[in-house]
């Protein structure tokens, strides 16, 4: 509760309070991805050895090779797996290819990201700057829509992809994945775009544009910060959904996302947790290099998104 | 309530230094204001009496006992805020309680203390409303109650009615003092408005750039200010400045348009000096103006009139310089028109062009 | 005119969220198979809803996700406040550290974070099943995800993991919005550290640590992945939620109408939350005229 003003002299004692709490924290929210991480390094099987390695003493990225397909998971230890698992489904890929996912998610996340930011930014400008009727209203029927359940609307959603014929598509994902990630991105282009000042805008009216124009020429060059952790959070949020994901794909290989493969990996190979943790730290590795990087971002959007909405 | 003494502390923030090694004493019972430019100091130095800044070195007293890396909340201190800092969710009683609760009083007593201190203060109708639902002068007293009602050792106060209207400043600066002498506390007090400074000030502390200039009561340092700083900071509007050639062999001051005889007390003053030089200071009350000439007179030519009331204040140009000084609100005067200057000998100053220092500051001791 | 920039994003959202909870609702009221189209549907009422509301699994999954609820919430509070002080309180090079520290379980997708913690608490070589014998403190590794009270506990475990220091982040904004002169004037006025926490810091931080707490609630009714990913609702039907079984009898058993009876009570659920959360920060949606 010192709200740091006294950085003068520092006891010794205060110093190493201070750093054991430090320590503390991020023995806990580091700690279980530390364990990931290492035993995605170690040699197949010895997982199990009891003791546990804290660190492997001979690490290998034999885990990595394997799930990316470079080599073959070995054919003897496929079928051994395969009589452990007796009567669960077995499809018999020689092959892992983790990289299909993740050009996936790649694919569904960006494309969310970007269809979010299109519908949201206008939304948003139209919120924080323009005047019509019914402006409030507007505003908390999308807001609001940020904080339905997805199991609510995940069966129709089902329904219609069936008859639109783009179950097993990754377009099954995107277009629901846009709708579930412009009320957050509306919101935070709305609180971003309300602080712009309002001279050049009123240049540009002056000048005879039109708000489309001024949205183009002025708003969206002025608010490349604002989309950007607008983007950051549609689409950390599109990776990670799963519900629907799982839901759409039916089991298709060629069409899973991260999270839907990693869960399939994790019941056909159930005894290969080397495997299991490599494709973790694939696949968050990056996410968690994303949020590391853009942290004030991140902080930033969350608090605007949840306590100040 | 005792005496604080501050020991050549210094505080060094990454790439300022914000007190440079600063010692002074604030005597018991006594008001004595920290004032100065924007950002030279004061509220550290106050915050770092506070315990709210620890000083990179030095020490500090209250009373006999060194309290220096003792916590604020065991130095028996009240501060007033600038903001104020009332406590937003309690009501103005649990405010005022505050204090006596922290330092486990007994209920009644708190009772007994916090309405006789809402008593002082004119605010026993006020007790049971939120910070939110007074005004800014209301506010100003619940903050003064809620420093007052523990009786601290000392008053430490950072700007506190900068936040008010003009006239409920002069009116709250009036009660401040007359209940700071009731009470019979050490209170330091910081502020950058000079005026306010020269009213409320049993002595006063000039601070610029994190130094001490100098120490002293308002009228003394007014009289006699040790340096060009304190001279221009002190006394409103400020002292005029003008760039002079000393000549010892004319015995004169050589001004950019005159040239200024001097007296055998300033011929006394600069015996060794060499020619060169010297920066003369005039208070523009101390200048008068006449519209004829006569002996040993600086001319000058009228640039603005701003008629206050009272009188006029008039800013005249010498050559290149302008310098301001009042005339009779009843003066006639036009703009452009021809006037003559005369500096009373013993209200002019004169100041080393290297240290800035007065000459006499000794000599007016 | 201005209307026509918020259309596309409101049609999007009627589509793909209102619009399906008004056929959600209708599939509660029928019984209705996936691979049946609606030639074969059947309306029977309320008869889903009474179905659902007499089963022993129904009522199991209603007292898991409640107790969920109430246990994630309380120690997400308590850990993420803890961490959020201590955030607060260091020195500022090591807070920059710990805020970076507080955002990567956020980060981290739900179902991942899920597996993640089937390792961790895996029965044979799981680091905590190791840990515990290590210590001597049980002669063998307990079986964190197959026994029905550690399994309750275990996913509790995990999502206090998962979010706890995403309330840390919340509670840190709303301590740093707290005046450091209010700080400064309760220290100057003799209050110590405890004092100042129960009397100043904690009552100024009760709009923050509601609002979070209806917020966090408002997610942890519909959890879904932690159980599906962790013990796929075992042992037997434990640790199922209503979400994890609006979703079995959606995709597993394809029976829609008993699963959207289900969705519609977790919907119900949120919504009771969602109106008090929203009358409380709903103040906050002003925007110029
Ligand atoms: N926490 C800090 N970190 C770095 N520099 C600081 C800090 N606090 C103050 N300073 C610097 O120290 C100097 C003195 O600041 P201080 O607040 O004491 O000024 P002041 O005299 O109270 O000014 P004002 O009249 O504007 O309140 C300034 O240059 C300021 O920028
Ligand atoms: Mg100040």
């Not at chain 1, 709490?21 to 530390?34: D, E, H, K, M, Q």
């Not at chain 3, 189209?37 to 009474?50: E, P, S």
């Not at chain 3, 996913?155 to 740093?176: E, F, R």
Request: charged share 15%; net charge positive.
């Amino acid at each position: 509760m010192n709200g740091e003003l006294s950085n003068g002299r520092r006891s010794l004692k205060r110093w190493l309070l201070e750093g054991l709490v430090t320590l503390a924290i991020i023995g806990f929210c580091l700690g279980p991805l530390y364990w990931i991480f290492a035993t995605s390094f170690k040699p197949m099987g010895t997982e199990y050895v009891i003791p546990p390695e804290f660190w492997p003493s001979k690490p290998t990225l034999q885990a990595y090779a394997v799930i990316l397909g470079i080599q073959a998971p070995g054919a003897e230890r496929a079928s051994q797996e395969g009589a452990l698992k007796g009567t669960t489904e077995i499809k018999a890929s020689p092959h892992l290819n983790f990289l299909v996912p993740v050009r996936n998610s790649l694919i569904v996340s960006t494309s969310v990201s970007a269809g979010a930011l299109l519908l949201a930014s206008l939304a948003a400008y139209a919120i924080s700057r323009l005047r019509f009727r019914w402006k409030i209203q507007s505003l908390m029927v999308l807001w609001v829509a940020g904080l339905l359940p997805a199991v609510i609307v995940i069966a129709p959603t089902f329904v219609l992809m069936r008859s639109l014929n783009l179950l097993r598509t990754l377009l099954a994902m995107i277009l629901p994945n846009i709708a579930y990630n412009i009320p957050l991105t509306t919101w935070l282009l709305a609180v971003y775009f309300a602080q712009l000042p309002w001279e050049l805008e009123d240049a540009a009216k002056m000048d005879g544009y039109r708000p489309l124009q001024i949205y183009r020429k002025v708003i969206l060059p002025l608010s490349t910060p604002g989309l950007f952790s607008a983007g950051i959070f549609a689409f950390l949020g599109s990776w990670g959904e799963f519900m629907l994901a799982s839901a759409v794909t039916m089991g298709v290989a060629e069409v899973q996302t991260v999270p839907v493969a990693i869960l399939n990996l994790s019941f056909e190979y159930r005894y290969q947790w080397t495997w299991i943790s490599a494709a973790i730290c694939l696949s968050v590795g990056l996410m968690v290099l994303i949020a590391l990087v853009f942290q004030r971002w991140v902080i930033q959007g969350l608090t605007a998104g949840s306590v100040k909405y | 309530m005792s005496e604080v003494y501050v020991e050549e502390v210094c505080k060094q923030y990454r790439d300022v230094q914000a007190l440079d090694s600063i010692t002074c004493t604030f005597e018991d019972g006594q008001l004595t204001v920290l004032v100065g430019p924007s950002g030279c100091g004061k509220t550290t130095l106050l915050r770092t009496i506070a315990g709210l800044i620890e000083p990179s070195s030095g020490a500090i007293y209250i009373g006999k006992r060194r309290v220096d890396g003792i916590p604020p909340w065991e130095r028996n201190i009240a501060m007033v805020f600038q903001s104020y800092a009332l406590y937003p969710h309690m009501t103005v009683f649990k405010n005022i309680a505050f204090p006596l609760e922290a330092t486990r009083t007994p209920k009644d007593e708190i009772k007994r203390r916090v309405v006789e201190t809402a008593r002082i203060l004119q605010i026993e109708n006020l007790l049971d409303r939120k910070p939110r639902e007074l005004s800014g002068g209301q506010m100003q007293r619940v903050a003064l109650g809620r420093a007052i009602v523990r009786k601290p050792e000392v008053f430490l106060m950072d700007e506190p009615l900068s936040n008010l209207d003009a006239k409920l400043r002069v009116v709250m600066r009036a009660e401040l003092k007359h209940l700071q002498t009731q009470l019979g506390v050490t209170t330091i007090y910081v502020t950058h408005d000079q005026a306010e400074a020269m009213t409320l000030a049993d002595k006063l502390i000039v601070m610029n750039a994190g130094r001490i200039q100098q120490v002293g009561r308002p009228e003394e340092l007014y009289r006699n200010p040790r340096n060009v700083f304190v001279a221009g900071f002190i006394g409103s509007p400020p002292m005029n400045f003008i760039e002079v050639q000393y000549d010892p062999a004319e015995r004169a001051l050589i001004g950019p348009d005159f040239q200024y005889p001097l007296g055998p007390r300033w011929l006394d003053l600069l015996r060794n000096r060499p020619a060169g030089t010297l920066i003369l200071g005039i208070r523009p009350e101390s200048i008068q103006v006449i519209a004829s000439p006569s002996p040993g007179m600086v001319p000058a030519s009228v640039y603005v009139m701003e008629q206050l009331g009272r009188e006029i204040l008039l800013d005249v140009k010498i050559g290149p310089q302008t310098l301001r000084a009042f005339v009779p609100a009843d003066t006639r005067l036009q703009m452009g028109q021809e006037v003559w200057l005369q500096f009373q000998e013993e209200a002019l100053y004169l100041f080393d062009p290297e240290t800035e220092v007065s000459l006499s500051w000794q000599e007016r001791q | 005119m201005a209307v026509l920039f918020i259309i596309p994003a409101l049609l999007f959202v009627t589509l793909f969220m209102y619009y399906p909870i008004l056929q959600t609702f209708i599939y509660s009221l029928f019984s209705l198979h996936r691979t049946a189209d609606w030639l074969h549907a059947q309306f029977v009422g309320l008869q889903n809803y009474i179905a659902v509301m007499k089963s022993e699994a129904f009522r199991g999954a209603f007292g898991f996700t409640l107790y969920y609820t109430v246990m994630t919430v309380f120690f997400e509070l308590a850990i993420g406040l803890g961490m959020a002080i201590a955030t607060f309180s260091v020195h500022p090079r090591l807070r920059g550290i710990l805020r970076a520290v507080l955002v990567v379980p956020w980060a981290i997708p739900p179902i991942v974070s899920a597996m993640l913690w089937r390792w961790l608490f895996h029965a044979d070589a799981g680091i905590f099943g190791y840990l515990l014998t290590a210590t001597g403190l049980v002669s063998k590794p307990p079986a964190f995800l197959t026994d029905p009270t550690l399994a309750v506990h275990s996913i509790i475990v995990a999502s206090v993991w998962k979010n706890a220091s995403m309330m840390g982040i919340l509670l840190l904004a709303g301590l740093a919005s707290i005046p450091q002169d209010i700080y400064d004037a309760a220290k100057v006025d003799g209050a110590r550290t405890w004092f100042r926490f129960r009397r100043v810091t904690l009552p100024l931080l009760l709009p923050t640590i509601l609002v979070t707490v209806l917020f966090r609630s408002l997610w942890a009714l519909r959890m879904f992945e932690e159980s599906y990913g962790l013990t796929g609702g075992g042992p037997g039907t434990t640790t199922d939620t209503l979400s994890t079984f609006a979703y079995k009898y959606f995709f597993t058993y394809a029976r829609f109408g008993v699963g959207s009876a289900y969705a519609m009570v977790i919907f119900a659920m949120v919504v009771m939350v969602a109106i008090v959360y929203v009358n409380r920060v709903k103040g906050n949606l002003r925007f110029k005229e």
